[in-house]
Each structure stands twice: as structure tokens, then as C-alpha cells.
């Protein structure tokens, strides 16, 4: 890891107290940048990682603040911005995983889920990105899925339907933001092992559908947070100056998909 690659910068990586935020912060922190650790509800997991990045020597914040409500986004960012100075990386990665498919859903946890996998991306984006076209320079990575491209994994169409509209964001926030020199790309993670996915499962059924995943990826394993980190810390770096509106799939190479169009 080059620890000097982000010196300087400041990153804003939103549902940071867990899973692949958590491995996110850390990652950015350890490559010199300055870390917000945002959490709606998490906070001792929140502080504990800002005191992780402390500890190691670099300058991290934790804060509070439920993306899904614009007004409070907004907040944050402000805060952030008070603590640590102005943001340079933003990663929108709060996200929620409700099963239930096109018969069988709950309309409530569909609500919430639109609300925070979509919503929370406009809101923390919109909040952030006057400053950084000021600025001239800025990097958002959205967190998309591969279920957006259409994975025959039941119980994911309307979490799919979500990741899907952070897609076409991450292109017209590309093109929108492009000519003031700020870059916007999204990476879509396969499954990874974090607490989001492991829900109210017992081991056994995530033993299961790790192998069962394992099956359906040529690289026969599912992914950890830190290999999802290691390629936003890409994006959020100037190596990838002359990428925006892509899409980087990380998924150890899953074949089961519903279709080829």
C-alpha cells in the first residue's frame, strides 16, 4: 500500500462503520487521506474505526447522519468539511439489502431501500459536489452491485432495481460534473462477506450460499471487503484521472447471469 498516494486529500466514505465501508475508510486512511466516518446508527463501530485511524497515525472523524434525509446530509457535509477540511473523495456506500422479488415484497423495506441506495447518493452528492467543482478537482465512487447487470440470485430484484438506478446516476453525475474536473465512476461488488449479507442468517445458510456462490465465480470464492476497497482506493486516487462514468466490476468472475443482453 503506498501510504502517500492520498496524502493530503480528504475522503467521506458514507456507511463506514461496517463491512466494505469500514475496510474502505481504513484503506483511504492508510494511503494518506483524511477520513469521515459516517454512520446512522452504528456509533460505537463508527468510533472505533476513527480511533483505528488515529491510532495509526492519520486524522479521521466520525459522524452521524442518516443519508436518506437530505437535510441531514447536508449537515454532515458541513461538518466534515469544518473538521477536516474540504472533501476531495467521496465514496457513497450506505446501503441496505431487503430481499424480495416481483410477487413477494415488502413495500415498506422497498421505501427505505430506495431511499437510502438511491436518495442518499443524490443527497450526500448534491451536497458535496458545489465545492469540488469550485475546486476543480473531486472523486465519487458509488457503490453499485453486480445484481444491477442482472445475477440469477433469488430474492435480489428489488435490491437490483436500486443498484440499477445507481448506475445511471453515476453516468449523468459523470456528465454534469466532467467539465468541472471532478470524475465519477461506480464499482460493483459481487458477494462479499459483510454483515449486511449475513442478515439474520445462521452459519450454516451463510456457509451455504458461500459455496454456492463460490460455484457460479471462476476464482471459486466470495469476496472480502478488502478486495472492494483496493479498487475503490484506485478510483479515488489520481491513477485514474481519465476514468469517469464506468463501471469496475469486482466479483472474482461470477458466470451466473440471467441473460446476455
Same mark, same amino acid.
Given at each position: 500500500?503506498?501510504?502517500?498516494?492520498?496524502?493530503g486529500r480528504v475522503a467521506l466514505v458514507t456507511g463506514a462503520s461496517r463491512g466494505i465501508g469500514r475496510?474502505?475508510?481504513?484503506?483511504?486512511?492508510?494511503?494518506?487521506?483524511?477520513?469521515?466516518?459516517?454512520?446512522?446508527?452504528?456509533?460505537?463501530?463508527?468510533?472505533?474505526?476513527?480511533?483505528?485511524?488515529?491510532?495509526?497515525?492519520?486524522?479521521?472523524?466520525?459522524?452521524?447522519?442518516?443519508?436518506?434525509?437530505?437535510?441531514?446530509?447536508?449537515?454532515?457535509?458541513? /461538518?466534515?468539511?469544518?473538521?477536516?477540511?474540504?472533501?476531495?473523495?467521496?465514496?457513497?456506500?450506505?446501503?441496505?439489502?431487503?430481499?424480495? /422479488?416481483?410477487?413477494?415484497? /415488502?413495500?415498506?423495506?422497498?421505501?427505505?431501500?430506495?431511499?437510502?441506495?438511491?436518495?442518499?447518493?443524490?443527497?450526500?452528492?448534491?451536497?458535496?459536489?458545489?465545492?469540488?467543482?469550485?475546486?476543480?478537482?473531486?472523486?465519487?465512487?458509488?457503490?453499485?452491485?453486480?445484481?444491477?447487470?442482472?445475477?440469477?440470485?433469488?430474492?435480489?430484484?428489488?435490491?437490483?432495481?436500486?443498484k440499477a438506478a445507481v448506475l445511471i446516476l453515476t453516468k449523468r453525475m459523470a456528465l454534469e460534473l466532467?467539465?468541472?474536473?471532478?470524475?465519477?465512476?461506480a464499482v460493483l461488488p459481487g458477494l462479499t462477506l459483510t454483515d449486511m449479507v449475513a442478515g439474520d442468517?445462521?452459519?450454516?445458510?451463510?456457509?451455504?450460499?458461500?459455496?454456492?456462490?463460490?460455484?457460479?465465480?471462476?476464482?471459486?470464492?466470495?469476496?472480502?471487503?478488502? /478486495?472492494?476497497?483496493?479498487?475503490?482506493?484506485?478510483?479515488?486516487?489520481?491513477?485514474?484521472?481519465?476514468?469517469?462514468?464506468?463501471?469496475?466490476?469486482?466479483?472474482?468472475?461470477?458466470?451466473?447471469?440471467?441473460?446476455?443482453?
Amino acid at each position: 500500500m503506498d501510504s502517500s498516494r492520498l496524502r493530503g486529500r480528504v475522503a467521506l466514505v458514507t456507511g463506514a462503520s461496517r463491512g466494505i465501508g469500514r475496510a474502505v475508510a481504513l484503506r483511504l486512511a492508510g494511503e494518506g487521506a483524511a477520513v469521515a466516518v459516517n454512520y446512522r446508527s452504528h456509533s460505537a463501530e463508527a468510533e472505533a474505526v476513527a480511533a483505528e485511524i488515529c491510532a495509526a497515525g492519520g486524522k479521521a472523524a466520525a459522524l452521524q447522519a442518516d443519508v436518506a434525509d437530505k437535510a441531514a446530509a447536508a449537515t454532515m457535509i458541513m /461538518d466534515a468539511v469544518e473538521r477536516l477540511g474540504p472533501i476531495d473523495i467521496l465514496v457513497n456506500n450506505a446501503g441496505l439489502l431487503y430481499s424480495g /422479488d416481483l410477487l413477494d415484497y /415488502d413495500d415498506t423495506e422497498l421505501e427505505r431501500m430506495w431511499q437510502v441506495n438511491v436518495k442518499g447518493v443524490l443527497h450526500v452528492t448534491a451536497a458535496v459536489a458545489p465545492r469540488m467543482m469550485e475546486r476543480r478537482y473531486g472523486r465519487v465512487i458509488n457503490l453499485s452491485s453486480i445484481a444491477a447487470l442482472g445475477t440469477a440470485f433469488k430474492g435480489t430484484t428489488l435490491y437490483a432495481a436500486t443498484k440499477a438506478a445507481v448506475l445511471i446516476l453515476t453516468k449523468r453525475m459523470a456528465l454534469e460534473l466532467g467539465p468541472s474536473g471532478v470524475t465519477v465512476n461506480a464499482v460493483l461488488p459481487g458477494l462479499t462477506l459483510t454483515d449486511m449479507v449475513a442478515g439474520d442468517k445462521t452459519p450454516e445458510q451463510i456457509q451455504q450460499m458461500t459455496e454456492r456462490v463460490a460455484e457460479k465465480s471462476m476464482l471459486r470464492r466470495a469476496g472480502l471487503p478488502e /478486495d472492494v476497497a483496493r479498487v475503490i482506493s484506485f478510483l479515488a486516487s489520481d491513477e485514474s484521472s481519465f476514468m469517469t462514468g464506468q463501471f469496475l466490476v469486482a466479483d472474482g468472475g461470477r458466470m451466473d447471469f440471467l441473460t446476455h443482453a
